[in-house]
């Protein structure tokens, strides 16, 4: 694990997990097949009030997997400008997401007082999804009152020119490299790059600590 930044805002890390489990991620990724499709709205993951512009074309995992030992299979409504836009079912993580989420929690809260968030007194839910995010971007944002939003980079290979970057208002960003994790917290402002045409598809899976 290689810590780039940390510091209140955002965190970036490379060499996130091992290979092993960054390669079962990938396999994971890419041969799920219950996605939909949102082509107006980042598709917010609880709460009304945070769906921003995407430009272009985003497929969002039906699936939500929650950090929890309790599963629970209800429904839940995601909702742009007062309509529905589709129906996803929460349920406990399998092993290979949990891995992904533990190491999260574990980094967040060894880097606390950088990050100047306290993961480690306690947080209301955990939520992980796998996003496609194919030829598109999204606009400036700051994903509402979420503590934390984070992206873990699944691809194998990304090419320098294919775009896809993750920009802060400070004028740095970060590539989508694979294995990479970028971290944005609370009210820190962040758009992302678009993909080029002809790239390959920018696998995320995206993560939400509330």
């Given amino acids: 694990m290689n810590v780039i930044r940390a510091e209140k805002g955002c965190m970036v890390v490379d060499q996130f997990l091992d290979f092993?489990?960054?390669d079962a991620l990938n396999n994971l990724a890419n041969t799920y097949?219950?996605?939909?499709?949102?082509?107006?709205?980042?598709?917010?993951?609880?709460?009304?009030?945070?769906?921003?512009e995407a430009n272009g074309d985003v497929l969002v995992s039906k699936d939500v997997y929650q950090?929890?030992?309790?599963?629970?299979?209800?429904?839940?409504?995601?909702?742009?400008?007062?309509?529905?836009?589709?129906?996803?079912?929460?349920?406990?993580a399998p092993d290979i997401i949990k891995t992904l989420?533990?190491?999260?929690?574990?980094?967040?809260?060894?880097?606390?007082?950088?990050?100047?968030?306290?993961?480690?007194?306690?947080?209301?839910?955990?939520?992980s999804r796998i996003y496609n995010?194919?030829?598109?971007?999204?606009?400036?944002?700051?994903?509402?009152?979420?503590l934390?939003?984070?992206?873990?980079?699944?691809?194998?290979?990304?090419?320098?020119?294919?775009?896809?970057?993750?920009?802060?208002?400070?004028?740095?960003f970060y590539e989508p490299k694979p294995n990479r994790i970028c971290c944005i917290f609370k009210g820190f402002y962040h758009k992302t790059n678009p993909v080029i045409k002809g790239a390959a598809d920018r696998m995320t899976i995206q993560n939400f600590i509330l």
């Fill in 67 to 92: 950090y929890t030992d309790e599963e629970w299979g209800c429904k839940h409504e995601t909702i742009a400008n007062g309509q529905v836009i589709h129906y996803t079912t929460c349920f406990k």
């Fill in 20 to 22: 092993n489990t960054f």
């Fill in 101 to 127: 989420q533990d190491k999260i929690i574990d980094t967040l809260t060894e880097y606390e007082d950088e990050i100047d968030i306290k993961i480690s007194k306690g947080f209301k839910s955990f939520y």
């Fill in 148 to 172: 934390a939003g984070i992206t873990y980079y699944i691809n194998r290979e990304w090419k320098s020119n294919w775009g896809g970057e993750i920009m802060f208002k400070d004028g740095t």
């Fill in 33 to 52: 097949d219950n996605f939909t499709r949102s082509t107006l709205f980042w598709p917010e993951n609880i709460y009304k009030g945070d769906g921003v």
């Fill in 133 to 146: 995010w194919k030829e598109s971007n999204i606009f400036w944002h700051n994903d509402g009152d979420k």
